[in-house]
């Protein structure tokens, strides 16, 4: 198992949360310098504040990306240094319910964009980084301005956008046509032909039609879109007429998960 969430302890507990790369030697704006270390724990300093990091049981914490809560006495890893599999949680709100959820949503959202933002500009070079959530657009003009933005300093990063596409408008093509979000794969989950097993399988009326003109939208905005079905009691069935569905009325798709 990936530990993804270590305990720590800060000199100065009640600062703010803060983002920062653990580095080996470096003490900067951006990075927190590793100043000693014993068998359970790795200590740092970010400005005034040290910490001490409970060490993983593999792998190391050096390059990490990490976003501090020295109130809570933990830091998550957001991205990893060693491993190209790195992804954000937007948020754990939702306004679907897929039977199948592994994370059911939660009510309440925790706002930590300009956090977001500065981990994917310090991520390592030619990174692909994943956005997820619960429903990440729910928030879509804040995770359009994380991408804009970042890709403005840092052309060379690509994204992975875990989306149910229920918030497209029409309104959002000229802007998704920019080259920033030619980077971008935008992954959408499709779960039957059928409107009524698509729409009951995410427990949302109506998620099937507000889908299928999504994919339009995405269509004409020239987006990088990678369809993805989990195989249930309930579709496996009709696979074959999801098949002739998608041959038929979704071409353009780039892959399907």
Partial sequence: MIELSLQAQFSKAEAKPFTVQL????????HACLVGEDDQRQVYQFRDNIFAIQKPQRGSLIGDIVYAQPRGGFVSRWIRNDSMHNTLLITERCDQLCIMCSQPPKKTHVDLFSHFEKACRLAPDDMTIGLSGGEPLLYKEQVFQLIERTSDKRSDLKFHVLTNAQHFGDDDILRLRSPCFQSVLWGVPLYSHNKRVHDDI?????AFDTLMKSFSIMARAGLNIELRTVMLKQNYANLLELSDLVAAKLPFLEVWA
């Fill in 202 to 206: 995410v427990a949302k009326p109506n």
């Fill in 23 to 30: 580095s080996q030697d470096q003490s900067t704006e951006d």
